[in-house]
C-alpha cells in the first residue's frame, strides 16, 4: 500500500489499485479479470514486494497496458465487445487509443478537456528536416502563417514536427 490516487474516493489515499476488466449487456453485467497495478516505487523494491506477498512475477506496468493486456486475454478467449469504454485516466492515453484502434474495437472515452484530436486523420505533407527540441524551435515554427503544423509522437516518429495538408 502507498498514497497514491483512488477513483472510488476521487483523491489520493493509502490504497491498493486494481485494473478490471468487465462485460454488460441488456440486464446481464459482470466483472471478467482484474490485476493489481504496482507503482514503480514497489515494483523496484522487491523485499518489499515479497515480504507484502506480491510474486516476482508481477512488475510495473502502466494501467492502460494492464487493460490491454486484460482485453486481449478476454478476446483469446472468444470473447468479443460491442464496446469499450473508460474513462479519462486511460482516454488521456494517446498509446492506449492507438492500441484500441489497432484492434478495430468501438469505444467511448472519457478524454481530458486539453486533448485534441480530428473526426478524419490528416495527411502528412512534408516532414521537417530537424526535430523540434526546444521552445525557441516551437516558436519559430508556430509564427509560420502559411502552414498548421501537427506535434505528434510514435514509435515510427518520436518527438517528430509534421507539416499538414
Not at 440486464?27 to 516476482?56: K, M, T, V, Y
Not at 490491454?68 to 494517446?94: C, I, V
Request: one cysteine or more; glycine letters at 8%.
Amino acid at each position: 500500500m502507498q498514497r497514491q490516487y483512488a477513483g472510488c474516493v476521487g483523491k489520493k489515499e493509502n490504497c491498493i489499485v486494481t485494473v478490471h476488466l468487465g462485460y454488460a449487456s441488456d440486464d446481464f453485467h459482470c466483472l471478467l479479470d482484474g490485476e493489481l497495478f504496482l507503482p514503480e516505487s514497489w515494483a523496484a523494491d522487491r523485499p518489499r514486494c515479497r515480504e507484502a506477498g506480491i510474486p516476482d512475477t508481477v512488475v510495473y506496468r502502466p494501467k492502460w497496458r494492464i487493460a490491454l493486456e486484460l482485453y486481449d486475454r478476454a478476446s483469446a478467449h472468444g470473447l468479443r465487445f460491442a464496446w469499450l469504454t473508460f474513462d479519462e485516466g486511460y482516454g488521456g492515453k494517446p498509446e492506449f487509443l492507438r492500441e484500441v484502434s489497432a484492434r478495430q474495437q468501438k469505444y467511448v472515452a472519457e478524454v481530458p478537456r486539453s486533448l485534441s484530436g480530428w473526426l478524419k486523420a490528416p495527411r502528412v505533407v512534408t516532414r521537417c528536416p530537424e526535430p523540434v527540441t526546444s521552445s525557441v524551435d516551437y516558436k519559430l515554427y508556430r509564427n509560420d502563417p502559411e502552414r498548421a503544423y501537427h506535434m505528434f509522437a510514435t514509435e515510427e516518429y518520436p518527438g517528430g514536427l509534421s507539416w499538414l495538408g
